[in-house]
C-alpha cells in the first residue's frame, strides 16, 4: 500500500528530532517544522488543469528553493546542476520502467532509493546538500515526467505517495549513510565525554 514508508519514517523522523536530538542542533526545530508539515499536507492535493499536483510534494520544492536561495552564488549554481542531474536520472528511470520494465530486478523504490542514495553521495559532501539536490531534483522530475506522459495522454500525479515512499526512503539511506561516515566522530566524542565523567567522579 502506498504512503506506508512515507509515513514510517516521517514519524520517526520526527520523533528522533523533537525529542532525542540534541536541542543546541540549528536544524531541529526547522526540520520536525517540515516533517510535520509535509505529513499534513500529505493528503491534500489540487489540479491545474489537467495536472494533478500534491500539496507535501510542492512544499518540499519551495522549501529545498528557499535553503537554496540562502547559499552563495558559486553553491547556488553547483546546486542548481546537481538537482538537474538528478532529475534527469529520474524522469529516465521512470521512462526506462514504462518501456523496458524487464530490467527492475528488485522492488522499484528500493532500486530507485540505492541508485539516487548514491548519486546524490557522490554529488555532494554533506547530508544537508544531499537531501536538498534529492527533494529538488526529484521533484523536478516528477514534473518533466507529467509533462511527457500527459503528451503521450496518460494522467500522473505530482508528488503522490508513490513519490513520497521513493523520496522518504532515499532520505533515510542517506541519513544511515551520513551517520557511517561519522561514525568515528560520534564514538570519539563518547568516549571523551565517558572520560570526562570518570575524571570528574574520581
Not at 488543469?49 to 547559499?71: K, P, T
Not at 558559486?74 to 529516465?92: E, K, R
Not at 551520513?178 to 565517558?194: D, P, R, T
Request: contains cysteine.
Amino acid at each position: 500500500m502506498e504512503g506506508i514508508m512515507f509515513y514510517w519514517i516521517c514519524w520517526a523522523f520526527w520523533v528522533y528530532m523533537t525529542f532525542i536530538l540534541n536541542k543546541q542542533n540549528t536544524y531541529r526545530l526547522k526540520m520536525s517544522i517540515i516533517v510535520l508539515t509535509v505529513i499534513i499536507l500529505s493528503n491534500y492535493h489540487f489540479s491545474i488543469d489537467s495536472l494533478e499536483l500534491h500539496a507535501s510534494g510542492i512544499f518540499l520544492l519551495v522549501v529545498s528553493y528557499v535553503f537554496y536561495s540562502r547559499e552563495k552564488l558559486g553553491a547556488i549554481f553547483y546546486f542548481f546542476i546537481c538537482s538537474l542531474i538528478v532529475s534527469i536520472a529520474y524522469v529516465t528511470f521512470h521512462l526506462f520502467e514504462i518501456f523496458d520494465p524487464i530490467w527492475v530486478i528488485f522492488k522499484k523504490e528500493w532500486m530507485m532509493g540505492i541508485c539516487f542514495g548514491y548519486l546524490a553521495i557522490l554529488l555532494q559532501k554533506t547530508l544537508k546538500g544531499r537531501l536538498l539536490i534529492i527533494v529538488s531534483g526529484t521533484m523536478q522530475g516528477e514534473f518533466l515526467y507529467a509533462y511527457i506522459l500527459n503528451k503521450l495522454q496518460f494522467p500522473y500525479s505530482v508528488g503522490a505517495f508513490a513519490y513520497l515512499d521513493v523520496c522518504s526512503l532515499i532520505a533515510a539511506l542517506l541519513v544511515g549513510w551520513s551517520l557511517l561516515e561519522n561514525a568515528g566522530y560520534i564514538f570519539q566524542n563518547h568516549v571523551h565525554f565517558f572520560e570526562k565523567g570518570k575524571q570528574k567522579s574520581s
